[in-house]
């Protein structure tokens, strides 16, 4: 397929020619829209049939900028299959109910940082190379992101994905390359603009606030019985114990939504090996929070996608 014939590069063209005189935007709605319905239906390649419902929706539902908003998220897609190397023949084909919505729900967002996410999911679901499946859940979250949300995601994604790979002494660089990374976007946003992403994250189940190590040091103390002579033993402290079971009780607050979670302050979180254990500090104030599986699960799909298992081996032939 040549580059001219291909259905994203014709759409792609087709809201550029509209858009070079801003002047005639308006009145070039119509033509652009009408065009739209034979090249969206030309898409059926990546969308099915999906796609050719969709193009009936143009004429009756959907606005211009919706349009527009679609043409640069195929766009993105194109740019990134380009760049795996996948030709638009072998791409893997949406299924119906699942296409329509995302052509519904992704045709709305007009920031470019969630289309780039709506685009690497899209991408990713599409390529023969990966187990990427688009699922509904990831369709309600990204309709409902905004790029706080995206930035934080992205952050949170990268910070824990690192963590893994830590050694004692790549601590300190690492600390310094997260909070760079922090203060390209997430930290220019902000205070109750994070609060909101935030929260609308954990509304959402991708991330919940992660729970602070307990200091149980020295709660066990040694005693000694002057009642009984000879008798020495170990007890335990009972401000220590005190300190211990409100610190449990606030937690459980924490996890109930019952107390506010200050997830801005500055806290050296532990690596831990078991429960009473702890590793180098990692000084990076967004990990008070933490993926959930979901969010996880989301961010390798839009992100790193889900490599096909390699195939067995085959069988050995039988012996003569």
Known sequence: MSDESNPINEIIKAGR????????????????????????????????????EFALMLGDQMRYYRFMNFNRILHKIQQLHDKAGIHPEATKQLPFGIAIQVLEHASFEEEDDVQDLWASLIANAMNPETNVTMKKVYID??????????????????????????????????????NALAETKWRKINKNDQRIALQNLIRHRCIVFRPRPI???????????????????????PEKFESFVKKTFELI??????????????????MRYGPFSSGPNLEIPEMNHMLTSLGKSLMKSCEGGYSKPAPPPPAPSPSP
């Open 253 to 270: 607050e924490y996890a109930a939504g019952i107390k506010e979670f200050n997830e801005t302050r500055p806290l050296a979180l532990q």
């Open 141 to 178: 979250i990204l309709r409902q992101l905004s790029p706080a949300e995206v930035a934080f995601l992205s952050l949170i994604y990268r910070s824990e994905s690192g963590v893994s790979r830590l050694r004692h002494d790549t601590v300190k660089n690492f600390n310094a390359e997260m």
């Open 17 to 52: 020619d509209v858009i070079v005189e801003p002047a005639k935007a308006q009145q070039e709605t119509a033509k652009a829209a009408s065009k739209g319905m034979d090249l969206v239906r030309d898409a059926g390649k990546f969308f099915g049939v999906a796609a050719q």
């Open 215 to 237: 200091d149980i040091s020295r709660m066990i103390v040694p005693i000694e019985d002057r009642s009984v002579r000879g008798y020495s033993g170990y007890g335990v402290d």
